[in-house]
């Protein structure tokens, strides 16, 4: 393993230790911030065939990253900091008849993540023009609600 990709897995182990002690509205706000920065294509996953995702290590190791990915490396974070699977939904969405599908992950139907740009958006604003998919986790892997 290159020593780039050792430091990329390193610099997510020490973002989820410097992390943990936080409150969790602030966990929240740096995750968003962390997944904010790594650079985006357009695709890496697809949405419907989530029981072949790989590992979060195996998506740090290619080092591509789209929307799909991005909501799933939050909800990864999350549960490797000690959240429970079961505050969280990720829903594969349109907001609109304009926007391309997006992968956005819903905290305990008050928050959801990567909907817009590096910010934690409120459930009372949520609308979308379609969904795909609505997957939740069952017995440590997701499936579809």
Do not use: C, H
């Not at 926007?99 to 817009?116: A, G, P, Q, R, T």
Request: aromatic share 18%; glycine share 2%; proline share 3%.
């Amino acid at each position: 393993m290159s020593d780039r990709i050792l430091d990329k897995i390193k610099e997510w182990r020490d973002f989820r230790k410097d992390i943990k002690s936080l409150s969790e509205y602030d966990q929240i706000e740096n995750i968003v911030k962390y997944w904010a920065k790594v650079p985006t294509v357009n695709f890496v996953l697809n949405y419907n065939e989530y029981d072949k995702w790989p590992t979060p290590w195996e998506l740090l190791t290619d080092g591509y990253f789209d929307s799909v990915t991005i909501a799933y490396m939050m909800l990864q974070t999350f549960l490797t900091i000690g959240w429970s699977e079961d505050r969280f939904r990720l829903e594969y969405i349109k907001p609109d008849e304009a926007s391309d599908f997006i992968m956005v992950l819903i905290i305990d139907e008050k928050y959801i993540l990567n909907y817009s740009y590096n910010e934690v958006y409120n459930i009372t604003n949520y609308k979308y023009d379609r969904r795909l998919i609505n997957l939740i986790f069952d017995g440590n892997k997701l499936k579809e609600f």
